[in-house]
Structures are given as C-alpha cells and as structure tokens.
C-alpha cells in the first residue's frame, strides 16, 4: 500500500482531533468525578504526548511537501533544492 504525503498528513491532523475530542471526554469525566484526576493522569499524558507527535510529524511532512512542490514547479531542481537546504540551515 503506497500512500501520499497528504494522506499522512490528513492522518496526522486526524490523529491530534481525536485525541482533543478524547481529552475533552475525560475534562467532562473530571468535572463529574474530580476525585479520579491522578487516576487519569497518565492517559491524559499519553494524549498530549501522540498530539505533539502527530503535530511535529505533520509540521516536518509540510515542510517535506513544500520542498518537493518547490522541485516539482522549478526548472533546475538542483538548484532549488540547495537553495532550500542553505535557508534550512541558516533557520529560515
């Protein structure tokens, strides 16, 4: 199976709403139970910690993306690429 930037991209984005959407969920279950908030402690964690994951892998696939549409529209794309690379890594 051969999947696109976009679609790992669109997974990523997913991955982070559901677990708003699951952290939400458990925000309600402290309001009701507000006793439970250590025993709910380490999954809210593990929440935050796949969205910073997913968030930091979409931002790195992004940037992946804009470099191949960068090579894909230039006329040189050695060129291009070098030009991306020194921007990179002069933290642009």
């Known amino acids: 199976m051969s999947m696109t930037?976009?679609?790992?991209i669109a997974d990523c984005e997913e991955?982070?709403?559901?677990?708003?959407?699951?952290?939400?969920?458990?925000?309600?279950l402290l309001e009701e139970y507000p006793e439970r908030k250590?025993?709910?402690a380490h999954e809210i964690d593990d929440y935050k910690k796949r969205m910073d994951y997913n968030r930091q892998l979409a931002e790195w696939l992004k940037e992946l993306k804009a470099v191949h549409d960068e090579i894909d529209?230039?006329?040189d794309e050695d060129e291009i690429f070098?030009?991306?690379?020194?921007k990179k890594m002069r933290g642009e």
């Open 15 to 28: 991955e982070i709403s559901d677990c708003r959407i699951d952290l939400d969920e458990i925000a309600k």
């Open 82 to 86: 070098i030009g991306y690379l020194r």
């Open 73 to 75: 529209d230039a006329d």
């Open 5 to 8: 930037l976009e679609q790992v």
């Open 38 to 40: 250590e025993a709910f």
